[in-house]
């Protein structure tokens, strides 16, 4: 569920993108001018970061973590589903504004004082404030949980260097998310304050400061890049090992590398902010830190070619979009290094060079990643593998159309061409370069036509795709697709990293069970989670239509359903092994 809305999201922030590159294919195009653009310039990055990358990331760590690290379930199911549903009503109430009052204006950053009600009059950024602080309760939830499931719920013999590439990744995301989110829910709240009860935290008129804003949303914005690109890199590491049938190459160093990489990502926020004027030491100390982040890039990078070489490749889609994601990824680092660099920063900022490199690290990292994920774990959620042939026009389309769209954006950002601007004017050689970015936009829309249809053409007439159809390396293929609502049936007993792939060149036909098959108890489920997000999201709106007994109203809905959840002592039930062998003999059969 999570990764399904992620991608219905995923395309409303592409429809988006579309609409802004139509305004941009000529000069003073009269398509979607003013207030409209900010809108959708705004909506466009909100929805791609907070409503899209994250939750699709989610969906595949529900899916995936327990599965690796042979675990019959998260080690807070409840939890999990209020994550889900206070994501679904955060997005929700962010897309509202769409039809009651309009959508927020005031970019993706939301700074003050743009942000405050004397330049943003409307309910646009309360929409903004109240929908992001729903769904960030979503990914405190989710980071929490994974962090117990992964620390609590290991198989027996799987020690943290046994843990697959993706559950690393996920580990080090959840700690990331942990430290991160705080400081934006902070800033949320301090700007709601201002906005609806008349404070002036970021007021300058009143004795505020609207660089705090700054600070703490970039202590969040900065990790958040490699709290959806780090998934990427563990999905990566599992596709590009599994098919070059090949160990991955370093694994301890992979492992440093990404721990590395999240606690860099903490520490140079302020490379966002070399113009604010924090002075020449604070710039020189955040640049170095800044530039360092590559060295741990350098050794994820150079360990995926490693592992490619002399290993059996096959180019099956998932493999594709792997090795599409490395020198686009390579290509964002680059250009970040270049932005690192003060002086040069100053040149670069506000331009389109400065677009162009984040939507190469997004793209070219997490979109890469996710479509390289879907199409490789597909087959475990589903029971089916997607089309090889629509997969393979879905890639090369998304790939030129990709590079036709934000290459030439480098160009234009050096050029001169300034961001978030609805127009240019013509005679200034800016008019084929963005004819060229909005072409290859169309061409990435046109390629997720193909991956729709291959979704619908699976559905219908896909064929079952077995337990293990990659010849896979980790436990999640030594079980049958799609899953049991059990996961396994006997814990595995972990010897190796790649257990399966160990059990497999030891001539087992399986990975060795840690106990024998027995009663297993599962979580009841429980209609507590919606209805709490369901009062979450009227006391949102009545909020934002200050509508105050809404408001009240959403509130004490929250209290009575947490209430009734404080003395539900539902113990759950159980499944007996006579269901279970039932379960694993249609399996097999």
Request: glycine share 10%; proline share 6%.
């Amino acid at each position: 569920m999570y990764f399904l809305s992620g991608f219905f999201f995923l395309l409303v922030g592409g429809i988006e993108a579309l609409l802004i590159r139509m305004q941009l294919i000529v000069p003073n195009n009269h398509f979607m001018v003013g207030d409209t653009f900010n809108q959708l310039l705004t909506m466009h990055g909100t929805t791609m970061i907070f409503l899209a990358a994250m939750p699709m990331i989610f969906g595949l760590m529900n899916v995936v973590v327990p599965l690796q690290i042979g675990a019959r379930d998260v080690a807070f199911p409840f939890m999990n589903a209020l994550g889900f549903w206070l994501f679904l009503a955060g997005g929700l109430l962010l897309n509202f504004s769409w039809l009651f009052g309009g959508a927020p204006d005031a970019g993706w950053t939301s700074y003050p004082l743009l942000a405050l009600n004397h330049f943003s009059p409307g309910p646009g950024i309360d929409y903004y404030v109240l929908g992001l602080q729903i769904a960030g309760l979503s990914s405190l939830m989710g980071a929490i949980n994974f962090l117990v499931t992964i620390v609590n719920m290991r198989a027996p013999g799987m020690t943290f260097l046994r843990m697959p590439l993706f559950t690393w990744a996920t580990f080090v995301t959840s700690a990331l998310l942990l430290f991160a989110m705080p400081p934006l829910t902070v800033g949320l709240i301090l700007l709601m304050f201002d906005r609806l009860f008349g404070s002036h935290f970021f007021d300058v008129a009143g004795g505020g400061d609207p660089v705090i804003w700054q600070h703490l949303f970039w202590i969040f914005g900065h990790p958040e890049v490699y709290i959806v690109v780090l998934p990427a890199f563990g999905v990566m590491s599992e596709v590009i090992a599994t098919f070059s049938k090949k160990r991955l190459f370093g694994y301890s160093s992979m492992v440093f590398a990404m721990v590395l990489i999240g606690f860099l990502g903490f520490m140079v926020w302020v490379h966002h902010m070399f113009t604010v004027g924090l002075g020449p030491m604070s710039n020189a100390i955040f640049a170095i830190a800044t530039m360092t982040i590559a060295v741990p890039t350098g050794i994820k990078v150079f360990n995926w070619l490693f592992t490619m070489w002399g290993g059996c490749i096959r180019f099956t889609t998932p493999m594709l979009f792997a090795v599409g994601f490395i020198p686009t990824f390579v290509i964002g680092g680059v250009t970040g290094v270049m932005l690192a660099v003060p002086p040069a920063d100053f040149q670069y900022q506000d331009t389109y060079f400065v677009v162009a490199h984040f939507h190469y690290v997004l793209i070219g990292g997490t979109v890469f990643g996710m479509f390289a994920g879907m199409y490789y774990w597909w087959p475990k959620m589903f029971g089916k593998k997607l089309n090889e042939t629509l997969g393979r026009w879905h890639f090369w389309l998304f790939l030129i159309g990709f590079h036709m769209t934000f290459l030439v954006q480098h160009w234009l950002g050096l050029w001169g061409m300034p961001r978030r601007v609805f127009t240019y004017q013509p005679g200034y050689g800016l008019e084929w370069g963005n004819q060229l970015s909005t072409a290859g936009a169309l061409l990435m829309g046109i390629s997720i036509i193909f991956l729709l249809v291959n979704i619908a053409v699976t559905a219908r007439r896909g064929e079952a795709a077995g337990s293990d159809p990659w010849d896979g390396r980790t436990l999640e293929w030594a079980i049958s697709s799609p899953a049991p609502e059990y996961n396994f049936a006997q814990l595995p007993l972990v010897r190796d990293v790649d257990a399966l792939w160990y059990a497999k060149m030891n001539g087992k036909k399986g990975v060795e069970p840690a106990e024998p098959i027995g009663s297993i108890h599962m979580p009841s489920p429980s209609y507590l989670p919606i209805l709490m997000a369901v009062g979450f999201f009227i006391a949102g709106f009545g909020f934002v239509m200050r509508a105050i007994p809404a408001a009240v109203l959403g509130l004490i809905m929250v209290f009575i359903t947490m209430f009734m959840r404080s003395f539900d002592h539902d113990p759950g039930y159980h499944i007996e092994p006579e269901e279970i062998e039932a379960t694993e003999k249609g399996a097999r059969a």
